[in-house]
């Protein structure tokens, strides 16, 4: 899987079917792609990818606790 994270703007991962960029939201429910329907290779890498954006929420409202 290729992921990028252009300008700190949030990590990127590119369909290697139809080489669309997707952000985590797009991958909520389902391993394919909202673009081609290519089936994305689940994994710990994916479901990494997916819960960052939560996980990151999760330590900001925590971190001064």
Known sequence: ???????NSGR?????????YLYPADLETYCLCPYCN???EN???????????LVRQWVERNKNQ
């Open 43 to 53: 994994g710990p890498e994916l479901e990494d990818f997916v819960i960052d954006p």
């Open 1 to 7: 899987m290729e992921f990028d994270n252009p300008d």
């Open 38 to 40: 290519g089936r994305l």
């Open 12 to 20: 990127r991962l590119r369909c290697p079917h139809c080489r669309e």
